[in-house]
């Protein structure tokens, strides 16, 4: 049955038993009654004469305008205190401070003990500003050089290990599957499934896939703080994605067994340079064939 139809004849009360049944079940059918009721209370208002279909219709458009206009004024409520609980979050709840550094990029971080750190490139380093005081742990993954105030312990979290520290110079890398850690001064703590390893100064500690090692070196800082890379039987594929962030390319090797090992170092600033320092001491050639597309080969192909 049409709905004006019965709209009309349920205000002229002349509906049968099967028309009011569908008039009910009509989903607007409430709101006329209430309507109509609220008519016969207007002051001043005695007859029971129904109002015309006309005029019902037109007040039922309005209130239908004032509940959709009431849901969206408390849309609107709902979404600035959603809004604000996710300002006052941000402002008063989260804690978290969060370094971040790109290709060829070093950062200078005091923490908040006073300690410093060099960020390396494409490196994250994250801490709890709240709990530092009686809980200092950091987040590290990339590469960091970590100078220690004296007196001072924190913990280092990794991937692969954690290195703990007391007031010490040091330096780890947490990178895909290689985790290294050096000690320059005092003493440093590493613990590697769930093993401890104590490196005093000139010591380092060395894992890659999955195989662990300790080796000695003579320097007294990282290389990197002074744009030169320097490596000690390094898998050449560790060697190669060094160049990679370096210089931001991509390095395709052609014949080339990428788990001999290099020792030596480049310095930063030309990639020419740079890759001859690698291919020439392990006989291989190079040759850049794009913007950002290095290809190596064996020299004997």
Not at 93 to 104: D, G
Not at 248 to 267: R, S, W
Request: hydrophobic fraction near 40%.
């Amino acid at each position: 049955m049409e709905q004006e139809y019965l709209i009309k004849k349920w205000l002229n009360n002349d509906l049968d038993p099967q028309e009011q049944k569908a008039f009910d079940e009509l989903e607007e059918s409430a709101f006329y009654k209430e309507i109509l009721v609220e008519g016969k209370r207007f002051k001043n208002q005695n007859s029971t004469k129904v109002i015309p279909f006309e005029e019902l219709n037109k007040q039922l458009k309005l209130k239908s305008t004032q509940n959709k206009n009431w849901v969206y004024t408390l849309s609107k409520v709902a979404a600035v205190v959603a809004i604000c609980f996710g300002v006052y979050f941000f402002m008063f709840q989260n804690n978290s401070v969060e370094y971040n550094t790109l290709l060829a990029q070093h950062q200078d971080i005091v923490l908040p003990d006073e300690s410093e750190v060099v960020l390396n490139e494409e490196s994250t380093l994250t801490f709890d500003k709240k709990t530092w005081k009686n809980e200092k742990k950091l987040h590290l993954k990339g590469e960091a050089f970590f100078k220690v105030t004296k007196g001072q312990r924190f913990d280092v979290l990794t991937e692969q290990g954690m290195v703990t520290v007391l007031g010490t110079e040091f330096d780890v890398v947490s990178r895909n599957n290689v985790f290294n850690v050096i000690c320059y001064e005092g003493l440093v703590s590493v613990t590697y499934q769930n093993k401890e390893v104590k490196l005093p100064p000139g010591h380092a500690f060395k894992v890659i896939e999955g195989k662990a090692d300790e080796y000695s070196i003579a320097l007294s800082e990282p290389q990197w703080l002074h744009n030169m890379s320097v490596f000690k039987n390094a898998p050449l594929s560790e060697v190669l994605k060094t160049l990679e962030r370096e210089y931001d390319v991509k390095i395709k090797t052609v014949g080339v067994n990428t788990n001999i090992l290099f020792t030596g170092a480049f310095e930063h600033g030309n990639i020419e340079n740079s890759l001859k320092a690698i291919t020439e001491t392990l006989h291989l050639t190079y040759e850049i064939e794009a913007k950002g597309l290095v290809v190596i080969k064996n020299a004997k192909d």
